[in-house]
């Protein structure tokens, strides 16, 4: 199958990998000069197994992915306006599968044009090491649902490594996200603010008791959400990526931009819309958005 990676950033760049020793995969990041290093060096996953490097082809966004059989859009939730406009100018039939975390992404599909949307959360831990090299620290799944229509070519897509790099379709694409969301708002804003791998969250007990509270707040937004499977899901993501940094804590530390708002702000506007109060969360969130501001 021909793939489009729009984005080349840690998620880019491990599903390029992946991707790449079974489909054709062509990168589209953002600059010329890491367009010119993947064309030459390919991509190298490193990690927990044996490493390996697949060529790819590679070429400077905004260049239209016109001809792929499928486009994975891996850039950040604030960044995906850039990709809007691309697909925008895109063959409307070509399917496209959005991997953000966070729910604040849903209100822009609604307005693409494409007749076939996936969306889809990330198992993996993943950490960029440069242009062309990721190192992924976790293995996980990849959950899909379809946002929009339906695409034949996702059985090629879910067998292609079910081993190695397993793809699981899910029926619903809100309770997904909101699922993914959910682990995401309690682990990055915690190991953001404390400076820890997602591992300690559960082994250092004073870290496990706000952890806990954390999980309280949030599962009482929740009642659709099943208690003991949701603490079972977030606990067995952190046991999976123990020795990741999530990707928070590795944007607070380059001094970049969060994801705070797509995460944490859902749960505060959600308790609000509820009338609920979360106060550790909404401590969390202050002291995240705080560490933005003096970056
Ligand atoms: O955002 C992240 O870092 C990841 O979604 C996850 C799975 C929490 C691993 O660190």
């Known amino acids: 199958m021909k793939i489009g990676i729009i984005g080349a950033g840690a998620v880019g760049l491990l599903y390029g990998g992946w991707l790449g020793k079974f489909h054709e995969v062509t990168m589209f990041p953002r600059t010329k000069e890491q367009a010119r290093l993947l064309n030459e060096k390919g991509i190298t996953v490193k990690g927990g197994m044996s490493p390996f490097t697949v060529s790819v082809k590679a070429q400077e966004t905004p260049v239209s992915p016109g001809t792929q059989e499928l486009v994975i859009v891996t850039v950040k939730q604030y960044d995906l306006s850039g990709a809007a406009a691309i697909l925008k100018k895109m063959d409307t039939a070509i399917p496209v599968l959005f991997l953000q975390n966070g729910m604040g992404h849903l209100p822009l599909l609604e307005e693409l044009p494409q007749e076939r949307i996936l969306v889809g959360t990330v198992e993996h831990g993943a950490a960029r090491i440069d242009a062309v090299t ?162």
């Open 134 to 295: 990721v190192a992924q620290n976790g293995r996980g799944k990849t959950n899909l649902a379809f946002f929009r229509g339906n695409w034949e070519g996702i059985a090629a897509l879910l067998e292609t490594a079910p081993d190695v790099f397993p793809f699981r379709l899910l029926p619903d694409y809100e309770i997904m996200l909101l699922r993914k969301c959910f682990a995401n708002a309690m682990i990055n804003p915690l190991t953001a603010v404390l400076k820890v791998k997602n591992g300690l969250l559960l082994t250092n007990p004073h870290y496990a008791n706000v952890f806990r509270a954390v999980f309280e707040e949030l599962i009482a937004l929740f009642p659709k959400l099943s208690r003991q499977e949701m603490w079972e899901e977030v606990t067995g993501i952190c046991r999976n990526t123990k020795e990741n940094e999530s990707s928070m804590l590795k944007d607070v530390k380059k001094g970049a931009r969060t994801e705070i708002d797509a995460i944490l702000g859902f749960m505060l506007e959600t308790a609000a819309r509820k009338e609920k109060e979360i106060p550790v969360s909404a401590a969390l969130y202050e002291m995240v958005k705080g560490m933005e501001r003096r970056n």
